[in-house]
């Protein structure tokens, strides 16, 4: 609690505002992502679970045939929409392993514990609540079998192109030679359509944005009105780079009774609230080669709008 305090506190005192996207993810932000993975123009969910429910014998062959044994770790884990193709073929395929599903939310880890090893009969889980590195790194403590690490989603998108380099060599930091990563990336294309992911018209991914001020009035006796801030992404196809904002409506002050803190708002002034980051294959072979690792293939969507790339941790 005091963490989320205090980065919530650092974003707003910031010139410009932001909030970290990571805590949307309370029970409201948890259904409401599935929702909007459900919806019409949110298609990444559709082209990744394509993936997984069509090749993943192909992906589970190439996995066995670098790893004869190994643990899977699956980084913002979410509901395993698409890894429960891959866990249950590995089930299958009677390998020994253990899944380690990891998410910030705890209600999620939970739902996992509960309902995964009923959906998929012998399946061993260990399910880790906590941040990506450092559950990573406890995945590791608790196995000491070569990692499969699985970051799927499209995940790798929300961070700034400046820090993705970074975060990925602190997973290779974590890994040993040979271990793996599977990692989903959405790939540059018409932009109407990406733009429309992020701007149903539902509202859902509004709520979303706005269900984050939300869950700050509820923790931290805070007084956002809700009414008085509009959901605005923009997406730039030549940097890749798709943002959403709050934009406030008017000049406003609130006030966090818990922090003793207020905060004022000017009209039309923005706060910035994540980034989903698109990808080129050019630019997605420079990130493997330069963050330590050695691309073995891409699977991607019958639309190729998607892809999922197996990179092998590098001696180097």
Known sequence: ?????????RGLRACPKYLPAKYFYDETGDRLFQQIMSSPEYYLTRCEYEIFSLKTPAIADLLQSHLPLFDLVELGAGDCLKSRFLLKELVH????????PVDISANVIEQLTQTLPEAIPGLKLHGLNGEYLAMLEKARQ??????????LGANIGNLEKDQTGIFLAQIRATLKKGDLLCIGFDLKKDPDIILSAYNDKAGLTRAFNLNLLKRINREFEADFDLTAFKHFPVYDPVSGA?????????????NMKTAGESFCFEPYEPVFMEISQKYSRDEILALA???????????????????DAIWEVDDK
């Open 1 to 9: 609690m005091k963490g989320f305090l205090n980065e919530i506190l």
């Open 93 to 100: 395929r009677n390998l020994s392993f253990t899944f380690y």
């Open 142 to 151: 608790l196995s000491d079998r070569p990692k499969v690490v699985l970051f």
């Open 242 to 254: 798709c943002r959403s904002f709050l934009i406030s409506l008017k000049q406003q002050r609130v």
């Open 289 to 307: 080669l330069t963050s330590g690792f050695r691309p073995l293939t891409t699977f991607c969507d019958s639309k190729h709008w998607f892809g």
